[in-house]
């Protein structure tokens, strides 16, 4: 299900009720509980991968921009996004924007929504025009299915994803502990599955893997512990995932499907205006991420305590080829890092890299580097 690019139980899921709908969105964050209690079903999109050739795609994009928007494109071109009846483009940068535009200009679905984000986060500014962001989208979907949204109905799908948030954080806690119990490409297609299936479903799927991993299983290896950032849109290929692992080491924190599990904590599930709870919870409770304007909390100063709760060796630093974002965040992150005397490499992929060699060799010398002859980050040393 992780990776099937013709959204096969999505579609099943959206023939079972005639007021049922699909709402298609992108990476990064996108607020997933207003869609469910419209009953509807917000269906990540993640780009093609190494599954899609992109062969009309570049057509449509300069050769200096990262590749998701090509792969994207192809797939609406083949028509692999048939039955959603919407569209979601939150904001990430202007490549994104672009895209929203190029969905218009194709007539996908029966409505296309570029969904802007606060920069400023004083609620009376900034999330006044977020909540009002978000009442447009539900203003759509009604217009679609003629659900209305109560405050019981969207109070209880807050609920849902507050436990689906919980759990995907579960499986990270217990994997910082004992990453060789669960890989982090297995990790990855667990979490993914959330992407395309009901919020219910993957509950039910993230308990089972919790409870699998709670017990003693595998056996560890001489590996380092290493957070990997960058990642937080374009997906880098599971075989990327894999590679860190045989170079040597364990992911026990990544920014990998960040969307997921966005908000650091709960939303009220008790509040008479849960729009309102669901907006306060972006402004006080995002994560670390090249794609928040930060004022008052520095993204190094975040990295350093996430460093600090994962206890980790080192620091990835993956980004797209051509993430402005992303690319432009790393330089003030690494700098920390060195001040911090944290050790860290970088370097770049896209979603269809195919070959890893290079990489491999590059992390199998981070690795053994730090194993032979580094002392360990201790987390009173930060």
């Not at 539900?138 to 659900?147: P, S, T």
């Not at 807050?158 to 060789?180: T, V």
């Not at 009220?268 to 794609?291: G, H, Q, R, V, W």
């Amino acid at each position: 299900m992780a990776f099937d690019l013709s959204f096969t139980r999505a579609r099943e899921w959206k023939s079972q009720d005639k007021d049922r709908v699909l709402v298609g969105h992108m990476p990064v964050y996108f607020p997933r509980e207003i869609i469910h209690a419209a009953n509807g079903l917000a269906v990540g999109i993640l780009g093609g991968g190494d599954k899609k050739l992109i062969i009309k795609g570049d057509a449509y994009y300069q050769s200096y921009i990262c590749h998701i928007p090509r792969s994207i494109i192809e797939l609406a071109l083949d028509k692999h996004f048939e039955g959603f009846d919407g569209f979601i483009f939150p904001s990430i940068c202007d490549v994104i924007r672009n895209l929203s535009g190029m969905f218009q200009l194709l007539g996908e679905g029966k409505f296309v929504k570029y969904l802007d984000f606060p920069q400023n986060f004083k609620y009376h500014i900034g999330g006044t025009f977020y909540r009002h962001e978000l009442q447009t989208v539900l203003d759509e979907v009604y217009k679609l299915n003629g659900v209305k949204v109560t405050t019981a109905r969207l109070n209880h799908s807050i609920g849902l994803f507050n436990l689906n948030r919980h759990l995907i954080n579960q499986l990270y806690d217990i994997r910082q502990e004992f990453p060789w119990r669960l890989t982090a490409a297995d990790l990855y297609h667990v979490v993914r599955a959330g992407n395309v299936i009901p919020v219910e479903e993957h509950n039910e799927i993230l308990s089972e893997v919790v409870q699998l991993i709670g017990e003693e299983i595998g056996d560890p290896m001489d590996k380092i512990r290493v957070l990997v950032i960058g990642a937080f849109c374009e997906q880098p290929p599971a075989g990327l995932i894999r590679t860190i692992k045989l170079a040597g080491c364990y992911i026990v924190e990544d920014d990998f499907l960040l969307g997921l599990k966005w908000i650091q904590g709960d939303i009220d599930t008790d509040s008479a205006e849960p729009l309102e709870a669901i907006t306060k919870a972006y402004l006080d409770k995002s994560p670390l991420s090249s794609s928040v304007f930060d004022v008052g909390n520095t993204k190094e100063a975040r990295l350093v305590d996430l460093i600090r709760h994962r206890k980790v060796d080192g620091v990835i630093f993956a980004a797209p080829s051509f993430c402005d974002p992303a690319l432009l965040d790393h330089p003030i992150l690494q700098k920390e890092c060195n001040d911090k005397n944290i050790r860290f490499i970088s370097f770049m992929y896209s979603e269809n890299t195919g070959q890893f060699k290079v990489i491999k060799e590059q992390v199998g010398t981070f690795s053994d580097s730090i194993k032979l002859w580094d002392e360990p980050v201790l987390a009173d040393s930060l």
